[in-house]
């Protein structure tokens, strides 16, 4: 270390060795107490969003329910992938032709 640094360094503790600890009346601790236990009521009372984790849960699994009820409405009303589309069959026949259902 430096020569010049180790004083400042030794005074610096030392003045932190004769330190006290503030003293203050009992009534200011126990409005602090008091203030802090309200706060904490006030903020479990209180729900900040508008609404309440059970309700929007409820609705998640609701609205889960009703896209997997949509995604098996789909999935019967899909056609077949082997199917050839009308408007091909349609034009087969127009001409006397034959189509193949391999792609």
Do not use: C
């Given at each position: 270390?430096?020569?010049?640094?180790?004083?400042?360094?030794?005074?610096?503790?030392?003045?932190?060795?004769?330190?006290?600890?503030a003293?203050?009346?009992?009534?200011?601790?126990?409005?602090?107490?008091?203030?802090?236990?309200?706060?904490?009521?006030?903020?479990?009372?209180?729900?900040?969003?508008?609404?309440?984790?059970?309700w929007?849960?409820?609705?998640?699994?609701?609205?889960?329910?009703?896209?997997?009820?949509?995604?098996?409405?789909?999935?019967?009303?899909?056609?077949?992938?082997?199917?050839?589309?009308?408007?091909?069959?349609s034009?087969?026949?127009?001409?006397?032709?034959?189509?193949?259902?391999?792609?």
């Amino acid at each position: 270390m430096n020569k010049n640094f180790t004083p400042l360094v030794d005074e610096h503790l030392q003045s932190l060795a004769n330190m006290q600890e503030a003293q203050t009346d009992d009534f200011f601790y126990a409005r602090l107490k008091n203030r802090i236990e309200s706060l904490h009521d006030a903020k479990q009372n209180n729900w900040s969003l508008p609404l309440k984790p059970v309700w929007i849960i409820s609705m998640l699994v609701f609205l889960l329910g009703i896209n997997g009820l949509m995604l098996l409405q789909q999935k019967r009303n899909a056609p077949a992938k082997n199917e050839i589309p009308a408007s091909l069959q349609s034009f087969a026949q127009a001409y006397d032709q034959t189509v193949s259902s391999s792609y």
